[in-house]
């Protein structure tokens, strides 16, 4: 899997690819992981990659013709076509599903803008895919792609210590996951739940679950929602989903 960024700060992306538990996607080439700088393509003297836009207004536009010509260099380094992604406000909400997918992909060109926003015949001409982390602006979409490297290097095969881990994370079930604990036993007031020390497997599953249903209820009650429609909720589960309805 390889993943090709267009970024004017290369600098930025590569400490998060060796620290944490994440580096060993990186480190084994697992993830491929690399940089194109449009300056680098910028063909007069002031290697310009932005300018005023057109109708006045602040900020400043990235340009085209920088950006294609990065663009194909990655596209013809990679010797096949991938997916072109654009981070903006306007694209699609990340979700763990679709996480999943690029996961299980050949990998993509990441479009990291910056400045006002990047000419819209670039992304006209080029983009596949727009994604979005939420309802918020950054400066830039270097941290939208790491979220996205982030997020597929530890579904990779070995990358977690236990390969069930990803599989109860928030969202891998449609909902949000349940709360953990560790030692020590007590803290003070605050004591680990009892079945979480009674060595019953099942209580011990079927508590989980339940505290994910409550915490997914009351913080989240679309994943409910959706949960329900795809038919991923037992009676067990609408049992005491009811059960906190009354309570």
Same mark, same amino acid.
């Given at each position: 899997?390889?993943?090709?960024?267009?970024?004017?700060?290369?600098?930025?992306?590569?400490?998060?690819?060796?620290?944490?538990?994440?580096?060993?996607?990186?480190?084994?080439?697992?993830?491929?992981?690399?940089?194109?700088?449009?300056?680098?393509?910028?063909?007069?003297?002031?290697?310009?990659?932005?300018?005023?836009?057109?109708?006045?207004?602040?900020?400043?536009?990235?340009?085209?013709?920088?950006?294609?010509?990065?663009?194909?260099?990655?596209?013809?380094?990679?010797?096949?076509?991938?997916?072109?992604?654009?981070?903006?406000?306007?694209?699609?909400?990340?979700?763990?599903?679709?996480?999943?997918?690029?996961?299980?992909?050949?990998?993509?060109?990441?479009?990291?803008?910056?400045?006002?926003?990047?000419?819209?015949?670039?992304?006209?001409?080029?983009?596949?895919?727009?994604?979005?982390?939420?309802?918020?602006?950054?400066?830039?979409?270097?941290?939208?792609?790491?979220? =996205? &490297? @982030?997020?597929?290097?530890?579904?990779? %095969?070995?990358? *977690? $210590? !236990? +390969? #069930?881990?990803?599989?109860?994370?928030?969202?891998?079930?449609? =909902? &949000? @996951?349940?709360?953990?604990?560790?030692? %020590?036993?007590? *803290? $003070? !007031? +605050? #004591?680990?739940?009892?079945?979480?020390?009674?060595?019953?497997?099942?209580?011990?599953?079927?508590?989980?679950?339940?505290?994910?249903?409550?915490?997914? +209820?009351?913080?989240?009650?679309?994943?409910?929602?959706?949960?329900?429609?795809?038919?991923?909720?037992?009676?067990?589960?609408?049992?005491?989903?009811?059960?906190?309805?009354?309570?």
């Amino acid at each position: 899997m390889r993943f090709d960024l267009l970024t004017l700060f290369p600098e930025l992306i590569a400490p998060h690819l060796v620290h944490g538990i994440n580096r060993r996607a990186f480190a084994s080439g697992q993830v491929d992981v690399r940089c194109w700088n449009p300056r680098d393509y910028a063909e007069d003297n002031y290697r310009r990659v932005d300018d005023r836009p057109f109708g006045g207004g602040p900020g400043m536009v990235m340009l085209v013709e920088p950006l294609e010509r990065a663009l194909r260099a990655a596209q013809a380094d990679r010797g096949a076509p991938a997916p072109v992604v654009h981070f903006s406000p306007a694209g699609q909400r990340m979700t763990q599903a679709e996480v999943r997918e690029w996961a299980a992909s050949d990998g993509a060109i990441l479009v990291c803008g910056r400045y006002e926003g990047i000419d819209q015949r670039f992304i006209d001409r080029h983009v596949t895919h727009e994604i979005s982390l939420g309802d918020f602006v950054l400066s830039g979409g270097e941290l939208p792609a790491l979220a =996205l &490297l @982030d997020a597929v290097a530890r579904l990779q %095969p070995g990358v *977690l $210590g !236990d +390969a #069930a881990s990803h599989q109860q994370d928030s969202f891998s079930a449609g =909902l &949000l @996951d349940c709360p953990h604990y560790s030692r %020590p036993e007590r *803290l $003070g !007031d +605050a #004591a680990v739940p009892d079945v979480l020390l009674s060595g019953h497997h099942a209580h011990i599953e079927r508590w989980r679950r339940e505290q994910s249903l409550r915490l997914s +209820a009351e913080r989240r009650p679309d994943l409910i929602e959706a949960a329900r429609a795809a038919g991923l909720l037992s009676r067990q589960d609408e049992a005491y989903l009811g059960r906190l309805l009354q309570d």
